[in-house]
């Protein structure tokens, strides 16, 4: 049956040749020309046959699966990717990276409704294979609108730190699921507890007390597990022992139970190094199966206070990346908006993820905008530091994972430039860092404090 008629003026469609392989691209590049167009673009499988202008998006099987490809040149565009999430990227790159930012709104319009669209050709793919956020599971507000705006960053992984599983904690990895986003689900193995290490039995029970916790977090429907254990110290000592050694032995300890279980648990060990930085040959010992996620290693974009990256932590940075023959290594980076400690309590049973009320966040957008505007300024100043560190991430370990600690910042209503700016470093570190500024600050999405 013949769905399509010709206008009298020439206008786009959407041509998707496999739809329900391309969703969410598609839904994008819908919205896009929509937002630039007095009417709405249909969707065909197939180019009519009536003049028109058109914009394909595919899974192009030719490409590796985590590459993009965007083209444009009048009345043609295309976006596709080596898979259904890379296509999702190259059409939100579509939209927000080069559409709007690229021409401007008026332009924009002009240029689609006159079929002149400029020459516009990339094909990019990231440096860094999986790139996220960790987070606290009470400060995502809307989870539907967070895990959206991470993959329009290109992001492909959250970590999220919960007492308790979340009782909608399936629901919500299977939305991060569609999004190509790995739901990892964060609790401790001793942080913040009262331990001493020193007494025989607290191992022990940890062990039970962590095989619970385990099991439950895993009804909730994620990809892996991230612990922290009793290294967020500047002493090399705790209860009398080397807490170099005693994480060893209980992260190794530990994760042969689970394993042994879930044979293909995947496991992160969140390392504070400012306890163990001069012990990393004990360190090494970790369980190969288990991945060391490094934070707390230096300045800046390792801590807090934004800065230019020095010598010191660049070297210790290589070091690390080293280690264990450069397998098994992730890293939290910081500088982001963070939690005010002031107010934070434990929760104290499982709770809902990210459903709260719009008056919520539109009011602690407002409290929030001043640390945001902090944070914006000192980024746009020393963000090329995270780009120099993540180039040498890269280079050293080519399958390393790294998150950015966005702890409270609200990025349902509206993307923070540090994050955007981070995601693009995990993309592409070996860019000019005042051209990535210019570009990332008129990216589509973009809330500048």
């Known amino acids: 049956m013949e769905f399509t008629k010709e206008h009298p003026t020439k206008r786009w469609v959407i041509v998707a040749p496999s739809y329900g392989s391309c969703r969410e691209a598609v839904h994008t590049v819908s919205a896009a020309l929509r937002a630039n167009l007095p009417y709405i673009p249909p969707v065909l499988p197939e180019e009519p046959g009536y003049p028109c202008g058109v914009v394909r998006v595919f899974v192009d099987p030719a490409l590796e699966p985590d590459r993009i490809r965007i083209d444009a040149e009048n009345d043609r ?3 596709s990717g080596g898979s259904e999430t890379a296509c999702m990227y190259a059409a939100f790159d579509f939209a927000d990276g080069w559409l709007t930012p690229l021409l401007g709104r008026r332009a924009a319009s002009r240029a689609l409704l006159d079929m002149k669209l400029p020459s516009y050709h990339v094909s990019s793919g990231p440096a860094i294979a999986s790139r996220g956020v960790w987070t606290w599971g009470h400060v995502i507000y809307d989870y539907r609108r967070f895990f959206r705006a991470m993959a329009r960053l290109k992001l492909n992984r959250v970590t999220i730190w919960n007492d308790f599983p979340p009782v909608n904690g399936r629901e919500a990895a299977d939305f991060a699921h569609r999004l190509g986003i790995d739901v990892i689900w964060g609790y401790s193995w001793g942080w ?3 331990i001493d290490v020193s007494d025989p039995g607290s191992l022990e029970r940890m062990r039970k007390t962590v095989m619970e916790r385990t099991e439950a977090h895993m009804d909730a429907g994620g990809d892996g597990i ?5 290294t967020e110290t500047t002493d090399e000592y705790k209860d009398g022992l080397l807490i170099a050694s005693e994480a060893v032995r209980w992260v190794n300890t530990i994760s042969s139970d689970l394993l042994e279980r879930w044979p293909d648990l995947k496991i992160e060990f969140g390392l504070h190094a400012i306890s163990v930085k001069n012990h990393l040959d004990v360190i090494s010992g970790v369980d190969p199966r288990v991945v060391i996620y490094w934070e707390d290693c230096g300045g800046f974009p390792w801590w807090y206070e ?3 990256v ?4 660049l070297s210790f940075t290589r070091d690390i990346c080293r ?3 450069g397998r098994g290594f992730g890293g ?3 500088g982001q908006t963070n939690l005010d400690w002031t107010l934070f309590e434990h929760q104290t049973g499982p709770c809902v993820l990210g459903e709260s009320a719009e008056e919520e966040t539109e009011a602690k957008k407002r409290l929030r905008d001043a640390w945001r505007r902090d944070d914006q300024s000192r980024w746009a100043r020393f963000g090329g530091s995270v780009l120099k560190t993540v180039s040498l991430i890269a280079k050293e370990c080519p399958e390393a994972s790294l998150e950015t600690l966005t702890e409270d910042n609200l990025i349902e209503n509206g993307i923070p430039l540090p994050l955007a700016l ?3 470093a995990c993309w592409d570190p070996d860019r000019d860092f005042a051209a990535l500024l210019e570009k990332t600050m008129r990216r589509g999405g973009i809330r500048l404090a």
Do not use: I, N
């Open 192 to 194: 913040g507890e009262e």
């Open 422 to 424: 981070f995601a693009e």
């Open 310 to 313: 020095d010598g010191e932590t």
């Open 306 to 308: 934004v800065a230019d």
């Open 77 to 79: 565009a295309s976006a």
């Open 226 to 230: 991230y612990f922290q254990l009793f």
């Open 332 to 334: 939290v980076l910081k």
């Open 323 to 325: 280690l264990r023959g």
